[in-house]
């Protein structure tokens, strides 16, 4: 069961945003450049944001490469609530993890700007909870958050 799941078994009221969801609708018309990349994590902020204002706990889970990009769903959120969860992981695991064979078309040259292959990713300076996925079980990862959102919203 995943963190929508087990929030709402809670009496938490939730969605969860993704890239699948978002780049086949809303952000159809966006590829993968930085100007993009900066584009889909903007209007993922503003619907966050929405469904913040609604009362509930809007989960997103995007790859956000760029510092700037996050302080701007950030910014977005200001009269909500916002917490930058890190879900971290080297490289070598991000490719062992790769159910679409994305890293293997990046490194195949089929996939420019490919984020950790020829396209950067900064890390979080501040973010309020790491989770430290290549190290940590998807449980323990999922136990985690949980508690985390436990203490820190109120259902």
């Given at each position: 069961m995943g963190l929508e799941a087990r929030l709402m078994k809670l009496g938490y009221a939730c969605y969860t945003l993704d890239g699948d969801n978002l780049r086949h609708g809303l952000n159809a018309n966006l590829g993968f450049s930085p100007e993009d990349r900066?584009?889909?994590?903007?209007r993922?902020?503003?619907v966050a944001a929405l469904f913040s204002d609604a009362g509930m706990i809007c989960i997103t889970a995007f790859i956000s490469p760029y510092r700037a990009d996050r302080a701007s769903a950030r910014k977005a959120a200001q009269h909500t609530?916002?917490?930058e969860v890190h879900v971290a992981a080297n490289l070598a695991t991000c490719e062992a993890?790769?159910?679409k064979g994305l890293y293997l078309k990046a490194r195949a040259g089929e996939l420019?700007?490919?984020t950790g292959i020829d396209?950067?990713?900064e890390?979080?300076?501040a973010p309020e909870l790491v989770l430290n996925t290549d190290r940590e079980t998807i449980e323990g990862c999922l136990g985690q958050l949980v508690a985390y959102v436990v203490r820190n919203i109120p259902r």
């Amino acid at each position: 069961m995943g963190l929508e799941a087990r929030l709402m078994k809670l009496g938490y009221a939730c969605y969860t945003l993704d890239g699948d969801n978002l780049r086949h609708g809303l952000n159809a018309n966006l590829g993968f450049s930085p100007e993009d990349r900066r584009e889909n994590i903007r209007r993922v902020g503003e619907v966050a944001a929405l469904f913040s204002d609604a009362g509930m706990i809007c989960i997103t889970a995007f790859i956000s490469p760029y510092r700037a990009d996050r302080a701007s769903a950030r910014k977005a959120a200001q009269h909500t609530s916002f917490h930058e969860v890190h879900v971290a992981a080297n490289l070598a695991t991000c490719e062992a993890r790769d159910p679409k064979g994305l890293y293997l078309k990046a490194r195949a040259g089929e996939l420019p700007d490919f984020t950790g292959i020829d396209a950067p990713y900064e890390l979080p300076e501040a973010p309020e909870l790491v989770l430290n996925t290549d190290r940590e079980t998807i449980e323990g990862c999922l136990g985690q958050l949980v508690a985390y959102v436990v203490r820190n919203i109120p259902r």
